[in-house]
């Protein structure tokens, strides 16, 4: 199954290793496409370097893989002509622009109080967690959902079982999705 389903990723989830690893992989598997901007990455490099205390050398690592794997996820910059006009929170506009210019549904954000529903409702675009989008993904497509999480644990430095990888997103507030797999897959 393929999909041509865009969705803004934030960057507020692109900082967590974890859940941007397993959001990436399912990608790479075109379950959904990613979108995302120079604005969202520079933020992103920014939380990683200031916040996180990575080097210049690890965040310029990430954004080159991103070009090289994701290389279609850059929302064009015209959106930026669109980002005054939007109704959230005004630190985060530009990732509704983001999301109208790509023709995006959802924004994948942690940070759901800077995109109410009903102000994005209008425009037809719904901010959700990485919890509730992995769910929605994993009840599309399961078998493709676990085997994705089983080669993530496998393709870490340091080799992690599936309970494992589930433990780290569940620290990443992933909860509900975690409680599904482990329930579906008895662990």
């Not at 939007?86 to 954000?109: Q, S, Y």
Request: proline share 5%.
């Amino acid at each position: 199954m393929h999909s041509d389903f865009p969705v803004v990723i934030d960057a507020c989830i692109l900082v967590q290793a974890a859940v941007r690893d397993t959001l990436l992989r399912l990608a790479e598997r075109r379950l959904f496409l990613c979108r995302w901007t120079d604005e969202i990455i520079d933020e992103v490099v920014r939380t990683l370097q200031n916040k996180l205390g990575k080097t210049p050398e690890q965040t310029e690592y990430l954004v080159s893989e991103l070009r090289a794997h994701f290389a279609d996820a850059w929302v064009e910059p015209g959106y930026k002509l669109l980002t005054s006009a939007m109704p959230n929170e005004a630190k985060d506009r530009h990732v509704v622009a983001a999301a109208v210019k790509g023709g995006c549904e959802l924004i994948i954000t942690y940070n759901l109080k800077h995109f109410p529903v009903e102000d994005l409702k209008p425009l037809d675009i719904k901010p959700i967690t990485p919890d509730e989008f992995l769910v929605g993904l994993y009840l599309l497509n399961p078998e493709i959902v676990v085997h994705t999480l089983h080669q993530q644990g496998s393709a870490l430095h340091q080799k992690r079982t599936l309970p494992e990888v589930l433990t780290t997103l569940e620290l990443c507030l992933c909860s509900k999705f975690v409680a599904l797999i482990r329930e579906k897959h008895n662990l």
